[in-house]
C-alpha cells in the first residue's frame, strides 16, 4: 500500500473532510465493509436520510477519500434490476498529510532500492542511494519548469538576495537531523536530477551552510547571469 499522489493542499482537504461526524461515520462505514456499498444501504445502516448519505459519500470522492464503481449487485432482482448501481468503496492507498510538508514516503523508496540493488550487485550503499535518488530525480524534473518541480516535492523555493533560491523546507527534515551525511547526500542527488531533467545544469546544486531551522541544506544558485536558476 503506497500514499495517494495527490498534491498536498488536496491532502489537507481530504483529511478534513473526515473533521464532519456523519462524514467521518460514512468512510468507516464503507471501511469496514467487506465489498462496495450503495448509498441506499450506507443511509440505512447509519440511521440517515439517503440526501444526506449521497451528499457526503460524493464528497469524500471528490476529497480523494472513496472510489466509485458502477455494477449490478448480486442480491439485487425485480424491475430495475439490470440497470448498475453507483457503489463507493474506499482508495486503496493511504492519505498521508504533515505540515511542514514531509515526503518521508520518498525517502523510504529511495533507500529501499538502493539497499535492494547493493545487495543483488554487491556495491556500497551509500553510492548507490545516490544514483538512484539521481534517477528518481531525473523521473521527478519538469522542462523548463524547475522551481514547479521543487514546489510539488515540497521544497518551497523562495527568492534570495544573490538572484537564486533558498528552499525553506526540508522534505526529509526528521531524518537529516539524525543522519545528515546520507540523508543530504541523498537530498542533494535528487535534486540534480531534477535539475538536469528541467533543462538545467545540475552541477549548480550548491550546498546552503546558513540554512534555518528546517530548511533545505541546499539552494538554488543563479545561472548565466540570471537567466535561469537551479539548485540543491
Known sequence: MGTVDLPWIRRIAAVASLGDENRRRLYEYVLDAR?????????????????????????????GLLQVEFRKPPHKTGPGSGRPSKLYRPVAEEIGVSIPERNYDLAGHLMAAAI????????????????????????????????????????????????????????????????????????????GGV???????????????????????ARIALIDNGSQATGT
Request: aromatic share 4%; with cysteine.
Open 195 to 217: 535539475a538536469a531533467a528541467s533543462g538545467l545544469r545540475a552541477e549548480e546544486v550548491v550546498p546552503d551552510p546558513e540554512h534555518g531551522p528546517g530548511h533545505c541544506c
Open 35 to 63: 465489498d462496495a456499498v450503495g448509498r441506499d444501504e450506507a443511509a440505512l445502516a447509519l440511521e440517515l436520510p439517503r440526501s444526506s448519505a449521497s451528499f457526503h459519500m460524493d464528497r469524500l470522492v471528490r476529497d
Open 116 to 191: 535492494k540493488r547493493a545487495e543483488i550487485d554487491g556495491s556500497p550503499v551509500g553510492p548507490t542511494l545516490r544514483e538512484v535518488a539521481d534517477a528518481k530525480g531525473s523521473e521527478l524534473g519538469r522542462p523548463g519548469d524547475f522551481l514547479g518541480a521543487l514546489s510539488e516535492l515540497g521544497y518551497e523555493p523562495s527568492p534570495d538576495d544573490s538572484g537564486g533560491y533558498r528552499l525553506l523546507n526540508c522534505p526529509f527534515h526528521r531524518l537529516s537531523r539524525e543522519h545528515k551525511e546520507v540523508v543530504c547526500g541523498m537530498n542533494g542527488a535528487l535534486l
